[in-house]
């Protein structure tokens, strides 16, 4: 690892940028969930249809996820940012005037193709410029903004309220728009790391889809870190999936306090554990190159504790410090998964790897989710899915200590793949 070089001069300036983006990415996205009662008002539909929205949206992002890592792997990582920005950020305005709920339908089916395209490219792209001991710092300043714009998702709801439904669709995608129009002025991929890019060695030949996949599943360390994020989603879908029903019920809360602590205290801890677990395995990194798999696997370990106090005390106070330590801990997770793609998986693949990952992550969440409510539904107390999701992080901080690093590979130059 690369401890003393010097970041490129807008190593920073993209970080920046993309963490607006990625705030508008998932704000465009969630923001429809907060306004049900205002959509179905104005656009006849059953409660079943309106599921199907986010459904919709959630399967074709999940299955084009491989695919949209792949592009920001084969083409311009820049480039492919900016047109999903673009190309979402319109279908959320035309979202504002659809009539029929076919129409709002096909937009959600639209926008989680265009949207699919951004968080591979993102993160690769942030990787590229972050190539040192800044690396987890900078990938956990781009996750925030993402927590942030899912954070920022009841504005929908509140516009709804006081203009129309489709006022926050035209606001936003209006101002997705007008940013996209500001990094095609500023957004650049990464310079070249090589002293001498023109060096046959630095040549980077034809990324395709098929020796990507080949290469990353052909990968011992790829697949242990398939498997370890499957059970974290697993583990984790399973604690915050069912936080604030268990919260309601044990404590005697009423929905709306519930939801608070389980959604915004979490949310604030994870955005304080992204730039602390960041921060720390930078540090950490400077005399250990698997720093960022250490630092993972401690978070993992200390949130099981927090966890199970939260299942198994009746003190609410303590109860809020469990869920307010499980927040930071767990964090380490998000913010270290790029750095450790970087350190196991060929250079040229790091999107690719990534959307794969996301794929599983999204198919292992829903299912959690479906599994969890047939355990409810068959009488099994809440907090034993807390117990099963504590054993489940246990072994996913295991599993990371088997993850190794692979051989240094010959430094990619970005620049000499071609448009």
């Not at 650049?188 to 046959?200: G, L, M, Q, V, W």
């Amino acid at each position: 690892m690369k401890t003393g070089a010097k970041l490129p001069s807008r190593a920073w300036l993209i970080v920046g940028l993309l963490w607006v983006v990625g705030c508008l990415n998932y704000l465009d996205r969630v923001m429809i969930t907060t306004m049900r009662t205002s959509i179905k008002d104005a656009i006849p539909m059953t409660e079943a249809q309106f599921g199907l929205l986010t459904t919709a949206f959630l399967v074709v992002y999940a299955v084009l996820s491989p695919f949209a890592g792949y592009l920001a792997d084969r083409f311009n990582r820049s480039r492919v940012i900016i047109g999903s920005l673009f190309v979402w950020s319109l279908i959320t305005w035309l979202t504002a005037h659809a009539k029929t709920y076919e129409q709002l339908l096909a937009t959600r089916l639209l926008m989680g193709v265009s949207e699919a395209c951004y968080i591979p490219a993102a993160l690769a792209l942030v990787s590229d410029y972050h190539r040192g001991a800044t690396r987890s710092l900078a990938t956990g300043i781009l996750l925030g903004g993402v927590m942030v714009g899912s954070a920022m998702g009841g504005l929908g709801g509140w516009l709804a309220e006081r203009h129309s439904w489709g006022f926050a669709f035209s606001l936003f995608g209006l101002i997705g728009i007008g940013f996209a129009v500001v990094l095609l002025l500023l957004l650049r991929d990464a310079p070249c790391e090589s002293a001498d890019p023109t060096a046959p060695a630095n040549v980077v030949k034809e990324v395709r889809m098929g020796e990507a996949i080949k290469s990353l599943f052909g990968s011992g360390a790829f697949r242990l870190a398939f498997f370890y994020w499957g059970l974290l989603g697993v583990a984790a879908w399973m604690v915050i999936g069912w936080m604030p029903t268990y919260l309601q019920e044990h404590f005697h809360l009423g929905q709306g306090h519930a939801g608070l602590l389980a959604t915004v205290y979490v949310n604030v801890a994870s955005l304080v554990g992204l730039v602390v677990g960041g921060a720390w395995a930078d540090r950490w990194s400077l005399s250990n190159k698997r720093a960022c798999i250490f630092v993972t696997a401690i978070g993992l370990i200390v949130a099981v504790p927090a966890i199970l106090l939260v299942s198994n005390t009746n003190l609410l106070p303590l109860a809020t410090g469990g869920l307010v330590l499980y927040g930071v801990t767990i964090a380490f997770a998000s913010t270290e998964m790029m750095p450790i793609l970087c350190l196991i998986t060929d250079p040229r693949y790091i999107a690719t790897g990534f959307g794969v990952l996301n794929l599983f992550a999204c198919a292992v969440g829903g299912a959690t989710t479906y599994a969890g409510g047939a355990l409810r539904d068959a009488q099994v107390d809440v907090s034993r899915l807390f117990q099963a999701g504590a054993v489940g992080l246990v072994v996913c901080a295991v599993m990371l200590l088997f993850i190794k690093q692979r051989d240094e590979a010959v430094p990619r130059c970005r620049s000499l793949i071609r448009d």
